[in-house]
Structure formats: C-alpha cells, structure tokens
C-alpha cells in the first residue's frame, strides 16, 4: 500500500506503525533492500519525504520538473573551492528517477582496493556477482536499442575512434529505451527501469507499505539497539506540515543517500563513536564542455548516454555525452543578455560532454546552523589536474568528430576555436574557483570496514554502535569507484537484505 | 519565506539585463520570469534561502559603493546597469561572482525553458517524445 502526503494529510490524525523493518528513503538502496526484504516474508514499511509521481506527472518542462524531483530544486551548494553544484532524487524512486540509469558492475580494481587498503575481503567480485546479477535482472540492465543512440552519440565514438580511443557502448537499466532524454526529468515512457517501476511494485506487491511525503526526524533507540523512526508528514512542494508518524521496527535502515544518511545520524548524534559519520565524503567531481558544429545535430534526440570513453578510466577520468535542456545549459554558461543569445540560437548544433574524476581527496558533511546538510569538498591539486586534463580531452575528442568550436567550463576562458588551442590550457594555471563545476554522484559519509575505530558500518552495513541500524546507500562506499554508482548501491543493499533475511534469528526473534 | 516587493523589484532590475534581447531573440515577460525565481527561492536550503534576499541587498546597495553611482542598481538605467552587472560577473572577489551566477541562472533557466524560446531554438521536445513513443509501442508493444 501507498500513501501520500494528501492521504494521509486528510485523515489529519498522527499514525503509529509496527513492521519488522522501516527503510528511510526509495531510491536505489532503498528500493532493492525494501523489495529484497518484503519479498523474503518481512513487514516492511518504507518512509520517503518526496513526492509520488508518475509518468502521467512527467512533463517535459525542465523548469517545472526539477522543483518536484529534486532536492532543493537541484541547487545545493557543495562549498569550497570551487564549489560544486549537487544534484540528487527527492521522490518515490529516489535519484533513480531522475539519473541517466548508467548500470555498471563496481569495477574489480575497486574491489581489490577495498580488499586491499579497508579489509572488506567479503566483497570479491565472485563473492557479489549473484547480487549483481540478481540486481540485473530486476532493472533491466542491457544495452540500447541501435535505433534509440543519437547524433551525439555516434559523434563521440567517431571522434574517439579517430583518435583511437577505447569506448564502450551504454549499458543502462531500461526496456527498448526509444531515446526521448528526458531521463533527468522522469521518464515519460517508463522505458527507464528506475525505482520507481521496478522496486516499488515489487514491494507493494509482497505487503510492503510506503509512505511519501514524510521527513524522519528521529532514529529511535531503547538506549543500545535500534527501535524504529519518528518522522513528520510535509507536502513535498509546499512544505506544509502534515500528522506525525511512528514506525516501531526491528531493524531500521537508513538509505537516504550519501547526504542525507549522514545528517540525520549527526542530527540524531548516533553510531559516531569513530568520528567518521559525514567524512570521507567523495563526490566524482564533473565539468562539461560543448562542442558546436556547423550542421544540427539535435543531440537532445537519443538516449541520454550512448557510450563511454574509457580510454582513460585507469588515470580516473570517465568521459561521456550529457545533453541537458536549453534552461540547464544556457545557466551553466557565464554569458548573459545578447551574449548568451548569440551562443545559446546553436543549441540544435551543440553536442554536450562531461568528464568525471574518480576523486582522491575527501571533503566533508555536517550540519548547519538550522541542522540541514552542509557539504563541504575542496578538491586536491591532483584531482584538479585530472578534471582539466579531463576538459583538454573531451575537447579534443569534440574537434576531432567535427566541432568547429568548444565552449568551456571556465568563467574566464570560455572558448577554444581549434584543437591547436588546447595547449592553452595548460600554458598557465586556471584557479580552481573559477571552473564550473557539478556532480551527481555523493558517496563515503558512513564508510564500511572491518575496523569500528575508522568505519561507521560492517562489511553488511550494520552500524557498529547500535545493533539493529543499518545503511543501504552510497554511504558505505569505503572510496570512489569511478562509473555511475547505481548498480552497487543496488547490489550492496540487496546483500544487506539477505543477510538479514539468512540471519532470521539473530535479527528478528 | 516568500520575497517582498522590494526583492522582487531588484530580481526585475537585473533579469532586464540578464535576459537576451535584440536580435532574433523572443521576448517572454519580466514578470514570468520574476515569478519564476519567487517560485524557486523556497526550495532553497534554509540558509542560502535566508541570504537569497541579504544578496540582493548587496546588488542594490552596492551600487553606492562599487557603482560607484547615486542611484540604487534597481534605479539605474539599463545601460548602467550592464555594465554594472559585468563588473560583477567578471569581477575579482569570488562572492559577488558566485551570487551573481546563481540569480543569472535562474532568470536564464526561465528564460530557456519558455516554449515561445524553446521553439525558436529547434527544440521540439514534445514532437520527438510523441513520435519515438509511439515508435516504441509500435515495434516492442509485446515486450513492454
């Protein structure tokens, strides 16, 4: 059963709920722990403070869209320098509603760094692969349609194979996508297997309650383990506050995202006997550039992300098209007025491409002087280096499939006209606070380990302060794993879930 | 927290200068997009929220100082107020940069997101979506 804000709101009377489990959050953690769990035979009870919607709710008005789907409309500031613009989910689904649904297995390097360096010997690719390809399944994961890649697409693998640089064709959860991208403001088909049409029905399917439109405030505890949640109904656009709601649970799971789940530990001041909730945060820092080409191109028809340049995937830079609306890209550049005219009437001849960086450095959350997420990450000289280098080559890329110029993420060098220019970025250095700078991918707040004295959770998520309190999200990354996280906080929290269900009698008599 | 009069005033005043015009660009109205960034403002995080309007201020006042003008930047006349604008968006000091790019954004995401710009810029979104749905139910409505 759902139900929203505006149900329970009428209703008007505060609401208590006994289950074996309650799940804080929808998203890709959420969600697979949550179906995992109800359809081992649990009562499970899932609280999410966004909103419900539909493909029938998904316009394609970005403008619109972003307010309802994303967290503060899409707008937190990671601060430092430079700061960083953070996107995330905050709806049924989660981020899975709302990302580009890039399904990758954890790469093996990354396992062995976390066998390696945090002791999480557990975690081989052998010891996963049956959750993988349990999460596999469940989402859909394969790749597009030939029908369904654009012009943009094909323009990427054509200027890496001129350059003879390694790609890899998309892998993405989703069922004959046919390329509309709009995934970043719901899918309108439903061709996108998010949360939200995989996990969620599963759930609800096997008895699985959920609640949308409800912020949990308090984590309860009988003073050792974990006892369930109090939260508070607020409308998901208005913010007008609603009845309260308590889930007295025996195991509760906190899969808000690797923001979100630290806060509301910090607010709650639980499982941080370690001093390690909210650090070691890592963020995959991204910047994009645009190439413009003489002819249009339409790089807004396809799918969203046809391929891959791999090339340099072991250096920790990922690069790959990102096409976003006319609204999102003309605020991404420093131009205004007729400026911005000129440059924005070719947005049919622009083609989009963003660099990640699998990060180094670490920043950190806390809370802020009104007990929200504050986010604090100043990126390292070497990771820096990366993202030009990252910005040099994606550039060079473009040039060589036909752009006639780039546009770059630089307040103060904002153009490149040939790549003989790109040489320029490396003739003097370009200050860090003036790159524009983005990401979507949070992770590492509550790290995993097999050491309670520098890990906030165990190798199955368990916090090692209260028995009984789990997370299921991109927290417990011990480090970056350098590809779109979906599939491994999918598989992570699907073994959290059958290891609760394996172990009935520790965790629920 | 929603902005007054006065906040509203100062987000018209730089949204004339932040919006495209002349040329072949399409006209969409102030108030829509003054409207807009009113709508936004409350997604905000409760502290960005709460200097969203402290912000502001500086752009209007500090026009006493950095203009270096006798008129408030809301007063100004348009010409002024570019140029005044531009010293913010190019300028040295990282804050007024920063502050400046987040109210520019909003009015430009306004501005590009109107279907009147949309089309103007070949964006047909709506089309391409009916047409490859329909194409999808057509080719895999027995797999879906």
């Not at chain 1, 709302?98 to 052998?126: C, F, Y």
């Not at chain 1, 546009?407 to 524009?436: C, G, N, R, W, Y």
């Not at chain 2, 391409?128 to 057509?138: F, I, P, Q, W, Y």
Request: charged share 20%.
């Amino acid at each position: 059963m759902l139900q929203t804000f505006d149900e329970i709101a009428a209703g008007g009377r505060d609401i208590t709920v006994d289950a074996d489990v309650v799940v804080v959050g929808s998203g890709a953690g959420g969600g697979a722990i949550a179906a995992e769990l109800a359809e081992g035979g649990r009562s499970v009870v899932v609280v999410e403070e966004g909103g419900h919607y539909t493909s029938k709710d998904f316009s394609l008005d970005a403008a619109t869209m972003i307010k309802k789907l994303y967290r503060n409309a899409g707008s937190a500031p990671i601060l430092g320098r430079p700061n960083i613009i953070f996107s995330e989910g905050r709806c049924v689904g989660g981020s899975t509603v709302i990302n580009g649904a890039m399904s990758w297995r954890t790469p093996d390097k990354v396992l062995k760094r976390w066998q390696w360096e945090h002791g999480l010997a557990e975690l081989s690719p052998e010891a996963l692969d049956p959750f993988f390809t349990k999460v596999e399944q469940r989402v859909s994961v394969g790749p597009q349609d030939p029908e369904s890649i654009g012009e943009d697409a094909r323009l990427m693998q054509r200027g890496a194979d001129k350059l003879g640089y390694a790609w890899v064709p998309a892998m993405r959860s989703q069922k004959h996508c046919c390329g509309a991208n709009n995934c970043a403001f719901g899918c309108p088909t439903d061709a996108k297997q998010s949360v939200l049409v995989t996990y969620v029905p599963r759930l609800l399917a096997a008895g699985g309650r959920l609640f949308s439109g409800c912020k949990v405030e308090r984590v309860l505890t009988d003073g050792q383990r974990a006892t369930g949640i109090v939260g508070r109904f607020r409308h998901p656009e208005s913010g007008a506050r609603g009845p309260r709601l308590t889930v007295r649970a025996k195991i509760v799971v906190l899969a808000c995202g690797a923001v979100q789940t630290p806060a509301l530990l910090l607010r709650n001041g639980l499982t941080n006997s370690s001093g390690q909730v909210g650090r070691n945060f890592l963020c995959h820092p991204n910047a994009k550039v645009v190439g413009v080409y003489d002819k249009p191109i339409h790089a807004w028809k396809g799918t969203i992300q046809g391929n891959q340049i791999r090339e340099f995937i072991d250096e920790g830079i990922m690069i790959t098209t990102s096409m976003v609306p006319p609204g999102l890209l003309a605020m991404s550049f420093p131009y205004f007025g007729a400026r911005s005219w000129e440059v924005m009437r070719d947005y049919d001849k622009m083609l989009a491409a963003g660099c990640l960086v699998e990060d180094t450095g670490t920043g950190r959350v806390g809370l802020d002087l009104f007990g929200e997420a504050k986010m604090r990450y100043d990126i390292n000289d070497r990771d820096f280096a990366n993202l030009i280098r990252g910005v040099a080559l994606s550039s060079e890329i473009l040039f060589a499939s036909g752009a006639r110029r780039v546009l770059l993420p630089f307040d103060f060098m904002t153009t490149l006209e040939s790549a003989d220019d790109i040489k320029q970025l490396f003739a003097h250095p370009i200050p860090k606070d003036e790159v524009e700078c983005l990401t979507v991918h949070a992770m590492g707040t509550c790290k995993m380990g097999v050491d309670k004295r520098s890990s906030v959770v165990d190798s199955h998520g368990e916090s090692w302060d209260v028995p009984g309190l789990f997370v299921a999200d991109a927290s417990v990354f011990p480090g970056p794993i350098g590809v779109n996280p979906q599939i491994t906080i999918m598989a992570l929290a699907t073994r959290t879930g059958r290891w609760l269900l394996d172990n009935e009698q520790r965790y629920f008599h | 927290m929603a902005l007054g009069g006065w906040s509203r005033r100062v987000v018209r005043a730089l949204a004339e200068v932040v919006l495209p015009d002349g040329g072949d660009a399409p006209t969409v109205p102030t108030s829509q997009i003054v409207d807009f960034v009113v709508s936004y403002v409350p997604h905000l995080p409760t502290l960005l929220r709460l200097l969203f309007p402290v912000g502001l201020m500086m752009l209007e006042l500090g026009a006493f100082v950095l203009g270096p003008s006798l008129l408030p930047f809301s007063a100004m006349s348009l010409a002024r107020r570019r140029r005044y604008v531009d010293g913010w968006v190019h300028g040295g000091w990282r804050i007024r940069r920063d502050l400046i790019k987040a109210v520019k954004g909003l009015c430009l995401l306004a501005y590009y997101s109107d279907a009147r710009v949309r089309a103007r810029l070949g964006y047909a979104v709506e089309t391409h979506v009916a047409d490859v749905s329909a194409e999808r139910l057509r080719r895999h409505a027995a797999n879906i």
